[in-house]
């Protein structure tokens, strides 16, 4: 499609959606639960010569630029019980309460999936946990589910070997499966109730004067709510379009990232997924309970707030690490805390198939005992900024990323030497005593972790420790190690 007939399919946008986009935004200005992430990945397409590029977008300037619009589901609010209290009366309407619960009920409900939607992903979420975890230093995150959406996007755009490449990894054989679980993985993990917010959006961004395929964004739209943006690659107007987006996506916590983003002159097209999550924690930390306690970073020790619960829980043990799990409010998922024992480091306990077994099998493991845990966790505010691109040439994705071998036929039928020439992934991730919490690693013992001999354990994170926050039905949206909160 030529670019003409692009701005002309642009010049209409539709008053409705852009009315709903503002509703959309008013809506979200309500939110703020207290444990939030957020996550970048944002590939560069560009011709044999250019170098990288990032993500970000706009309102008015961003109708202008729209292609392909993605919508996204109605989702009934989540009904606040302080707000079905007659303030003179005091009384309670629970029949209005009911009616409305009832209601977010079922658009919950309409988003759930049949079960096995994801299966046969796990091999892809073990390996890259490990690939970009692994051998780094200091805080780092990865989302494995923003990766899996990106990568499946980005099989959409290529063809021939350069596809396979991408399938092979995500161990799908075809595209009409990957779509179909791409679909389901996305409406899984989709929130939007204004207790919880769980979004994976992307977006695509292409070059005003290269003629496109626009069944692909077509494709992209059906299947992974993707909107196209089409400009000037390296103006100002674009590339703050192309930030603006990006931060109207993740709630403005990856905005230092995001300011030195642009769309160079040489950029071809860029593919954004974002993901960005807000949660509570089904039991909130008190307040009154937290206090400062030293971390034993790998560095150095500091002094930060340490979070403190007594609870009923599950407190699970392998070789070389115990583990808790801390449930978030309104089947937001569980965050996942893996302390390694004294001696064992983070990539070593990455590398560990007990490891690998507990965060695929956690609710058939068999060392596990329901007791009272004391757990002590520090609040933290992590960012992390890789590129993936040598990560994801070590599992096995290589041809993109060669300017003689890239196939991008599919969305550039005319246009050659065509390649990634980068993978960002930012992620920022914070909690505190309202939200999430995230689980870390810190040495314990020179031994193997044993059963407690008590009905009481203390889960003491005041060492570098290793986190996992999986979705309702267990995918890993997040997976970081904390060195120094």
Known sequence: MKPEKLYESIGAIDEEILERSEKHKEKKRRRGPKW?????????????????????????????????????????????????????????????????????????????????????????FIASIREFLSGKEGNRVYSPLNVYMALSMLAELTDGDSRQQILDLLGIEDMETLRNQAKAIWNAQYRDDGATTSILASSLWLDQDVDYNSSVLDILAENYYTSSYQGEMGSSRFSQAYQDWINEQTRGLLEEQSKELKLK???????????????????????????????????????????????????????????????????????????????????????????????????????????????????????????????????????????????????????????????????????????VTAAAYTAMSACAAAMPPEDEVDFVLDRPFLFVLTNEDGLPLFAGIVEQP
């Open 36 to 124: 939030a992430a957020a996550a970048a990945v944002v590939l560069a397409g560009a011709l044999a010569g250019g170098i990288l590029l990032q993500p970000g977008s706009s309102s008015q300037v961003l109708a202008s630029c729209a292609v392909e619009a993605a919508s996204y589901p109605e989702m009934a609010d989540y009904p606040n019980e302080d707000d079905y209290i007659n303030k003179t009366t005091g009384t309670f309407d629970e029949d209005k309460f009911l009616k409305d619960y009832n209601a977010w009920q079922e658009s919950v409900d309409a988003q759930k999936q049949e079960e096995g939607y994801a299966d046969g992903l796990e091999s892809f």
């Open 265 to 435: 002159e040489e950029d071809i097209l860029a593919l954004v997924a974002t993901v960005c999550f807000q949660a509570k924690w089904s039991e909130e930390f008190n307040e009154n309970n937290t206090s400062s306690q030293t971390f034993h970073g790998t560095s150095q020790d500091i002094t930060c707030d340490f979070m403190h619960s007594r609870n009923q829980g599950t407190y699970y043990w392998g070789q070389q690490f115990s583990a808790v799990g801390r449930a978030l409010d309104n089947g937001g998922g569980t965050m996942w805390f893996l302390l390694p024992d004294e001696g064992v480091s983070p990539e070593e306990l990455l590398e560990d198939p007990q490891v690998t077994e507990f965060l695929v099998n956690r609710d058939t493991w068999e060392n596990s005992k329901y007791l009272t845990v004391n757990l002590a966790l520090p609040k933290f505010d992590i960012t992390s900024q890789m590129d993936l691109k040598e990560g994801l040439k070590n599992l096995g994705i290589t041809q993109v990323f060669d300017e003689t071998a890239a196939d991008f036929s599919t969305l550039v039928p005319d246009m050659k030497k065509i390649f990634v020439s980068q993978v960002q992934h930012d992620i920022r991730v914070t909690i505190d005593e309202e939200g």
